[in-house]
């Protein structure tokens, strides 16, 4: 589904706390995911900047952009180091695709043995709105919000409820609702 300027002009606000980029710092983000059943980062520099502090994701989902500009290296290279399953999905720019959906609803099923890196063919900036509903509760999702910070979202009743609203008021097909055997 593809999503008018208008409806993206609806998600660039912050889905969660904002971390703004003059405050982010090793500390504030460890306590940010201290407990969380999983860690799952959106976005090439948000992915780079966490694991720059230590943290690794359960799931990354990159693009190997920032800002639509084409980079050296996708994010979370430093992942590599470890043992990460890789995958691969398509998603075109100002869309959220099915097939990206069901790549990310497979990557957190199998993020619990190893880290899992998703390269999206297109862009990832979407997709944070699925893994909403499809990460665990206690969760916690990350992504950038250009020239302001990362959004640190944690996973509840209540956000998977306003992500499915907000799914359905742009218009978009949610599959079937979330999958329990995954979000559970």
């Known amino acids: 589904m593809f999503l008018s300027p208008e ?5 660039k606000e912050p889905f969660g706390l904002l971390l703004e980029n ?3 710092n090793k500390v504030k983000l460890y306590s940010s995911v201290k407990h969380a059943k999983l860690i799952v980062s959106v976005g090439d520099a948000t992915t780079d900047r966490v694991t720059l502090y230590g943290i690794i994701p359960s799931v990354c989902v990159v693009d190997g952009r920032e800002r639509r500009v ?4 996708a994010g ?7 043992q990460v399953l890789q995958l691969r999905c398509s998603n075109p720019a100002g869309t959220i695709s099915k097939g990206a959906v069901q790549v990310l609803r497979d990557a957190i099923k199998a993020s619990s043995t190893n880290p899992v890196r998703v ?3 297109g862009e990832e900036d979407l997709l944070a709105l699925p ?9 916690i999702v990350m992504y950038g919000l250009p020239f302001k ?4 979202v944690r996973i509840d009743f209540e956000t998977r409820k306003r992500a499915k609203d907000l799914m359905e008021s742009l218009g978009i097909d949610w599959i079937g609702g979330y999958d329990d ?3 559970e």
């Open 22 to 24: 003059k405050s982010v």
């Open 149 to 152: 910070g990362i959004v640190i």
């Open 181 to 183: 055997a995954v979000a």
């Open 119 to 121: 390269i999206v063919e």
């Open 7 to 11: 409806n993206l002009r609806i998600l």
């Open 70 to 73: 084409q980079r050296i290296t």
């Open 76 to 82: 979370g290279d430093s992942l590599l180091q470890n």
């Open 131 to 139: 893994i909403f509903l499809l990460a665990p509760y206690g969760s």
